[in-house]
């Protein structure tokens, strides 16, 4: 079984050969990989967010599929529908894209609500429902979601009880100016397309999940995520309205995000404990989602992760 560093290190390698930079990203992919999270990432149009999602699939050596969403997909284009077979006289189950282990949903704010809501019950209980039957999804099974923060137009917000459902939003960067001479030197060959090779397995992945649960987490340590968690909703229960920058905090599912992360974090760096540090450098990515700006918040330009770092900033730290 090899260790977090190394299995680390071989999936960053491989997946480096297609992605230059967003390091810190392909980190983030890993931990919700192992704590069997999805993951929306949100940045600007060429950051590489597809191609990194299809890099990771790739290194990963599982089933990838790739849907596009557009405001004129339905339910049925997503986990598949009930088909009539004319040799039989019968209906049988067609499944749908959903069905394989690593699913880029890209531009997921494109599609309507109707859509949106048939990826829940995918995300949260690993099945779908077609013609009146469950069928289960294959596992190990993720969702990735990118999405553009700029447009607006012909888009959908996502409800906040399927964004509650990604372990992490990640907000992806512009690569450094060395970085995008590296791109331009790699890949200025129009002929030359990135070779990324299978390093590792999804049954690897389930079988790592056991190391991951054995990283210790003490119970002071356990006070202080929940503590985190609370304080968001402390802020959204202001009772001066005109003080108040939260509709609503992070619910339940932002203390367990912080808790398997934190671990997998810990694993893939070769620790055996999770320490405070690690759960605030988690925080932004697992509470910037989960959070509701009031309007008065967003007048004052006051964003998300500013909330997120005063909470952190403004909570004791314990010592362990």
Known sequence: MPSGPAWSQKL??????????????????LVALLAGGH?????????????????LGAALGVQFERIQFTPDLLPSDVVGTMVFQPKTGEF???????????????EINRAPAKVQSALLEAMQEKQVTIGGQTHALPS????????????????YP??????????????????????????MQRWGQITQHPD?????????????????????VAPVVQT???????????????????????????SPRAS???YQAGRSLAWLRGEDYLSPALVQELAPDVLRHRIGLTYEAEAQEITSDKVVSQVVSQTPVPSV
């Open 92 to 106: 049988s189950p067609h499944r749908g894209p959903v069905f394989a282990n690593l699913v880029l949903a890209d």
């Open 158 to 183: 996502l409800p906040e009880a399927q964004t509650d459902r990604f372990l992490f939003k990640l907000l992806m960067e512009y690569p450094s100016a060395s970085e995008e001479a590296s791109m």
């Open 12 to 29: 960053r390698d491989e997946i480096g050969k297609a992605v230059i930079g967003q390091d810190a990203a392909v980190e983030r992919l």
């Open 224 to 250: 202080y995520i929940l503590t985190l968690v609370r304080a968001t909703r402390a802020l959204a229960d202001n009772p001066d309205p005109s003080a108040r920058r939260l509709n609503f905090g992070a």
């Open 140 to 155: 190990p099974f993720f969702v990735m979601a990118t999405q553009n923060p700029i447009e607006q137009e012909g888009t």
């Open 256 to 258: 367990l995000a912080l």
């Open 39 to 55: 993951v929306l990432l949100e940045g600007m149009p060429g950051l590489a967010k597809t191609l990194l999602v299809k890099s």
């Open 196 to 216: 990324v090779a299978a390093v590792s397995s999804g049954a690897e992945l389930l079988a790592l999940r056991a190391e991951v649960d054995r990283i210790h």
